[in-house]
Structures are given as structure tokens and as C-alpha cells.
């Protein structure tokens, strides 16, 4: 969906964003943040539904009149039935109404069908899969629904109260939770201060889970959290600097982290979490989708490439004393030897101990997890997905070694050169020299019987730690094998998992760690980043 924003204070020309579902407006309070985002829902007449806890767990006169929002439906619903007459002074109230209202629906028509001598199962409404979700969000309370009313206890005390006991961060989380469900197709969902009264343990969960619940729907947050900024995946961030009252303009920009250190650091030095800096960007990279649920401990920033990883770890940690924030980066491991990964990791660069990004998703506990999600046989999907990658690596071994022979002779010859010189002389004679010296033919030969062990031990994770090819997820057949219809789908299965946060999302979770040789101690801020594991 493509998003046009308002006037600029500059008379420039609004910008564009397209293809947008995740939107942040960020900026400092009496920016004029909230004018902005009303100033969008205007454009939006008949798609935009706006959330808003601080005002919907409150008591209020006041009604959100815009079309197929809670207050709206409540109005039409209650104006039709004499069911569970009551008042309803808050905007949560009006919710937990509509969601009785079909609960009792939906059971009266499950009734009459039964009745009528048909084979049904029981609805599944919209009640369940709220007070299911708020249960996983708070797995220490209970939900009774008893007289058409919704009763709450705890482990600590059994007896049942009202909604209306609830923390305000319980319920907040059954407000956003049960709302969402109720907006129209493909809605501009507008979310004011999504992190209000929510812990920040559960904040980046709880929304993960809500996206995931409305795929179809774009979000677009108002908040001056940079936390909860920098936490969206897929996410573009607005940064809403001042209003002009009399223009009805903007000084606005998208916020971008092309540079460093200026648009870096407006994301993220207001984070307590340790920031992970990562290779791509933000829109388009499989890094900056996959590694924020990884790593959930750090604030993740794409910054571009590897150099640009390297680079900016190194300048952010050299800044320490300035924002006291610890820093690593994760570049792919490509054909980088050992001697290189272990310098990189003194440095806070995470190595993964497979070639790439791509390979990442090929682990043997990532394919196993997802078949297993997806009710397949996890044997049987490996053991297939590990045959075609050993059938690739075999066709290709010859090029594959070829091309790390390039990398080490690429490196030696930096190496060699970068030494001071009497004379042009000296410096011919030590170019000419230097083919004996490195010897590539020997490279070649030693690359190709290491690869050729691999290959005759069927030794599936020494190849994904060398095997660079970016067909490795399509080629292997792995998506269709798990009832996934392609590669994209494949990912998105990968993401999906991880933002549900349960035991296979654990499980991938574990499987990724491991394969960066992180300990618990590194992923909490030490500078111990695992030891190197040597070539085989």
C-alpha cells in the first residue's frame, strides 16, 4: 500500500511511501506527532480504525466516530438486541459486549444446527482466540465466562473479579488483542502509544503477535519510544521534528541508516538494550527480518555492508564512554578463513559457521523445526533436503573451490603489498615472487580434497560452512518438502514461528545461536563471542 504524507514545512513535495505495513511516527512530545497521524487518517475515510488504550480502558462520553470502529459497532449491535443490556462506559467494555454478544450468537446457531440433526463441530469465535492469546501474554491467570460475564483470577487468589479489576496493562493487552480482530479488511490500523502501560518484557512480543493476527492490514504507530521504534521488522520510521499550526505543514524525514552516526543514533541511544549492527537494509534484507527475533536481547540495525558492519561496530564502541551502550555486528562468513573469523570476533563481530544468511535457514535444526510445524516428517524432509544440498555441492565443488582460492589469494596479495619499498625494482621483483609464494594451484588443489572429504562424509554442516550459493533455499526442494509453496514462503514460515515465541520458535532460535558459537554470556553484553571452530 502506498502512503502519501502531509505537507512539507519546506513547500517540498510530500513524501511517498509505498508499499508500506509497518509505519513508525517518532519524535519528541509537542512535535505534532498527533496531528500527523490525524492528518493521515484523513486520507483514509473508510480504512483507517484507530487504537488507543489510555482512552478505551477509561470511562468516557466521548465516541470514535469513524466508520467500523469499536464504538461504532457497539452502537449498531447494542441498538439491536436486548442481550446483555448494560453500561458500557468504556471502550473496553464495548468491546468485551461485541464479543459476547457473538459468542452467544454463534452458540444459539451451534444449538439449532445440533437440533436439527446436523454434524457440527463447536464455532471457534472471536472470544476464544482473544482469551486464548491474553492467557499465553499472562499464563497466570484464568478466564471464567459465567451469567455473560467475563470473571478473571489468578494463581495467587481463586476467587473471580470483573474486567474492571484487571492491571491496566492487563488490560491494555486484551484491548489490543480482542480490537484488532474487529477492524475491516485490509485496514490502516493507526495505534496510539502502543507502548503505554505495557512492560517492556512483553511489548515487542505482544506486537509482533498482533501483526500476525491482521497480515492484511497496515499498521502505522504514533510514539515517542525509540525502543519500541526500533523493534518493528519490515518498518519505516517517520521522524516528526515540529508542526507549523498556521501551514498545517510538517518538518519531516524518513529516517534512514545509510549514514553513521547521525541517523543511527536518533534510533537507538535512547535503548537500554545492547545494539546489534547487521549487513542489508531495512525493507529488503533477510538479516534485518530474521535477526531482531534472534536476538531479541539487542536493538538490531541494518547498516548496509560488511565493511559498513565493521566500520560502525568499531566507531560505536570507540563512542562508548558517550552513550554507554555495548555494541557487536554479524557479517556473513562468505570464504573468510579461520584466522580471519577469530580477528573479527575480537572485535564483536559475530561469524556464523555457515557461508551465509541463506545457509542459515538450511541448519539442520531450523529445516527440522519448520517441517515439524508443519506436521511433516522431520526425518524424512532433512534427510531429502540434506541429499539435494550435498548433490549441489558436488556438481559445484570445483567452482566453489575456485572461487575461495580467489578470496585467499585476494587477501595475501593486500597482505604482501602493504609493505614499504626501497624502489619500483624491489617492488617487481616482489610481484613477480609472489605467485611462488602464494601458490593458488596448491590453494586449489588443498580447497578441492577438503571439499571432496566433505562431500564422501556426507558431512552436511562443514558444507553449509563453505558453500556460497544463493539458490541453496530454492534448489533444495526444503520449501515444498515442509508444504511451503516457494522460498518466500519458506522465510516469511521462519518469521511467523519465531514471532509466535513458542517451543519451535525456541528451537530455531537455539539452533541459530548455536551456529554463531554464542554463549549466554555474549548475548548479554560480554565480549565473549564463542570460540572459533576450525575447518575440518
Not at 34 to 52: G, Q, W
Not at 62 to 75: A, K, P, Q, V
Not at 518 to 534: H, Q, R, V, W, Y
Amino acid at each position: 500500500m502506498n502512503i502519501i504524507l502531509p505537507n512539507k514545512i519546506n513547500g517540498g513535495k510530500p513524501d511517498i511511501i509505498n508499499d508500506a505495513r509497518r509505519v513508525t511516527v517518532i519524535g519528541a512530545n509537542g512535535a505534532g506527532k498527533t496531528r500527523f497521524s490525524t492528518r493521515l487518517i484523513e486520507m483514509f475515510p473508510h480504512r483507517a480504525y484507530k487504537l488507543s488504550a489510555l482512552k478505551a480502558i477509561f470511562p468516557t462520553t466521548s465516541i470514535n466516530h469513524l466508520e467500523g470502529s469499536i464504538d461504532m459497532l457497539y452502537n449498531d449491535k447494542a441498538s439491536q438486541t436486548h442481550i446483555f443490556k448494560g453500561a458500557a462506559e468504556s471502550e473496553l467494555e464495548r468491546l468485551i459486549f461485541l464479543l459476547m454478544q457473538e459468542e452467544f450468537i454463534d452458540m444459539l446457531t451451534y444449538k439449532a444446527r445440533l437440533k436439527s440433526g446436523e454434524k457440527v463441530e463447536m464455532p471457534r469465535t472471536r472470544l476464544d482466540d482473544v482469551l486464548r492469546r491474553w492467557m499465553e501474554v499472562f499464563p497466570q491467570n484464568r478466564v471464567q465466562r459465567l451469567d455473560g460475564k467475563l470473571l478473571f483470577s489468578n494463581e495467587s487468589d481463586d476467587e473471580p473479579y470483573s474486567s474492571q479489576l484487571l492491571s491496566n496493562g492487563e488490560k491494555a493487552v486484551l484491548y489490543y488483542i480482542g480490537a484488532v480482530l474487529y477492524a475491516m479488511p485490509d485496514a490502516v490500523i493507526f495505534v496510539d502509544s502502543p507502548e503505554i502501560f505495557l512492560h517492556h518484557s512483553i511489548m515487542q512480543t505482544l506486537w509482533n503477535v498482533i501483526e500476525e493476527m491482521r497480515p492484511d492490514c497496515t499498521f502505522i504507530y504514533n510514539t515517542h519510544d525509540i525502543e519500541f521504534a526500533s523493534s518493528r521488522i519490515d518498518n519505516v520510521c517517520v521522524w516528526v521534528r515540529s508542526y507549523d499550526n498556521t501551514r498545517e505543514a510538517w518538518d519531516y524525514r524518513i529516517v534512514s541508516n545509510s549514514t553513521f552516526p547521525d541517523e543511527i543514533y536518533f534510533d537507538i541511544l535512547g535503548s537500554r538494550k545492547p545494539v546489534l549492527f547487521v549487513e542489508g537494509d531495512e525493507m529488503h534484507s533477510i538479516d534485518s527480518k530474521l535477526y531482531p527475533l534472534i536476538f531479541t536481547e539487542y536493538t538490531v540495525k541494518p547498516v548496509g555492508s560488511c565493511d559498513k558492519v565493521i566500520e560502525v561496530t568499531r566507531a560505536f564502541n570507540d563512542m562508548q564512554a558517550f552513550h554507554h551502550l555495548d555494541s557487536h555486528g554479524i557479517v556473513d562468513r562468505d570464504r573468510r578463513n579461520d584466522h580471519e573469523v577469530s580477528y573479527l570476533r575480537q572485535k564483536k563481530i559475530f561469524v556464523p559457521d555457515v557461508a551465509e544468511i541463506e545457509n542459515i535457514l538450511m541448519l539442520e535444526g531450523v529445516v527440522r523445526t519448520v517441517a515439524r510445524h508443519y506436521h511433516k516428517d522431520e526425518n524424512r524432509v532433512f534427510l531429502k533436503v540434506k541429499h539435494a544440498v550435498l548433490n549441489m555441492f558436488r556438481s559445484m565443488l570445483k567452482q566453489q573451490a575456485l572461487m575461495h582460492v580467489r578470496h585467499n589469494v585476494k587477501s595475501s596479495v593486500e597482505m604482501q603489498i602493504d609493505r614499504k619499498f626501497q624502489n619500483i625494482n624491489a617492488l617487481e621483483d616482489h610481484i613477480s615472487d609472489l605467485v611462488y609464494e602464494i601458490n593458488p594451484r596448491g590453494l586449489y588443489d588443498n580447497f578441492c580434497r577438503r571439499f571432496h572429504d566433505y562431500e564422501q562424509r556426507d558431512d552436511y554442516a562443514a558444507v553449509l560452512k563453505v558453500f556460497n550459493e544463493k539458490t541453496i533455499i530454492n534448489n533444495s526442494n526444503v520449501a515444498p518438502l515442509c508444504g511451503l509453496r516457494n522460498k518466500d514462503h519458506y522465510v516469511k514460515a521462519i518469521l511467523s514461528i519465531l514471532k509466535e515465541n513458542g517451543p519451535d520458535a525456541q528451537s530455531i532460535r537455539q539452533a541459530v545461536k548455536n551456529c554463531f558459537g554464542i554463549t549466554d554470556a555474549s548475548t548479554n553484553g560480554s565480549s565473549d563471542i564463542g570460540t572459533t571452530k576450525p575447518d575440518k
